[in-house]
Structures are given as structure tokens and as C-alpha cells.
């Protein structure tokens, strides 16, 4: 067991746990928006594209969420045509769950209260310290 916290969070579920899954994926909030991730070469991607390239990898996807996602997050899902057409992705509207978790593999989970949001999962904090310039 670990306690991430802020930016951490962002580091260990969006860099760590969710790159690792290999069979299964959960991603359980209640808040839903289109959040962009480092891609590993210092761009940002949505993290649509990442659940995307997951499935293309044979991994499940189930999303769940509490509300109806924003416009921009719309857009974004409709520009990956795998989430419609693959059956390994399933995205449940729950209205009454407030749970946050993202569980791969079984094996790891992270389980607290950041929404998948960039302010929820800490990236907003880890942006602003890792782009301020030197004194």
C-alpha cells in the first residue's frame, strides 16, 4: 500500500498503472473531462488516446462514470473510432456512484478520491511546477 498525493497521483495512476495493464483495465469517477497525459517523448496526448491504444493492444477497457461528459470529451471520444467499434470497451453511466478507482490487471489499484479530471489526478499541479522557469 501507498499514499500518492497530488502531482503523485497523476505520476503513479496515469504514467505507471495504466500504461502497465496488460489484460484489463477499470477506470471508475464520477467526473468525467478530456484530460491530456505526457506521451512519454514531452507531448501531451488525451488520455482517450491512451485507452484507444490499449484496446488496440487486446487490453479490456470499462469505463465508468456519474455523469454525462462534457462536450469537449465528445468530441475527443469521437475521434477514436475503437471505443465504438471494439468489443473490448465498455462505458457504464452510473448516476448515483461517486467511487474513484483505476484497477489493471488485478493485480494493482489505486483508489481515492481524484476524479479523472486534470485537477483531480494532480496534472495541473505537476504542469505548473515542471513549467516554471529557473530563478
Given at each position: 500500500m501507498q499514499l500518492v498525493l497530488n502531482?503523485?497521483?497523476?505520476?503513479?495512476?496515469?504514467?505507471?498503472?495504466?500504461?502497465?495493464?496488460?489484460?484489463?483495465?477499470?477506470?471508475?469517477?464520477?467526473d468525467l473531462k478530456d484530460l491530456f497525459v505526457e506521451d512519454g517523448a514531452g507531448k501531451f496526448i488525451p488520455f482517450l488516446a491512451v485507452l484507444a491504444e490499449k484496446l488496440r493492444q487486446g487490453v479490456e477497457v470499462r469505463l465508468i462514470h456519474a455523469k454525462e461528459p462534457g462536450p469537449r470529451f465528445r468530441e475527443e471520444f469521437d475521434r477514436f473510432p475503437e471505443f465504438l467499434r471494439s468489443d473490448?470497451?465498455?462505458?457504464?453511466?452510473?448516476?448515483?456512484?461517486?467511487?474513484?478507482?483505476?484497477?489493471?490487471?488485478?493485480?494493482?489499484?489505486?483508489?481515492?478520491?481524484?476524479?479523472?479530471?486534470?485537477?483531480?489526478?494532480?496534472?495541473?499541479?505537476?504542469?505548473?511546477?515542471?513549467?516554471?522557469?529557473?530563478?
Open positions: 502531482a503523485q497521483t497523476y505520476e503513479t495512476v496515469l504514467l505507471r498503472l495504466v500504461p502497465e495493464a496488460k489484460r484489463y483495465l477499470w477506470v471508475v469517477t464520477a473490448l470497451f465498455e462505458r457504464i453511466l452510473c448516476p448515483r456512484m461517486h467511487m474513484k478507482a483505476v484497477v489493471a490487471d488485478g493485480r494493482i489499484a489505486y483508489i481515492g478520491s481524484a476524479n479523472l479530471t486534470g485537477a483531480g489526478m494532480g496534472a495541473k499541479a505537476r504542469i505548473a511546477v515542471t513549467s516554471r522557469p529557473a530563478l
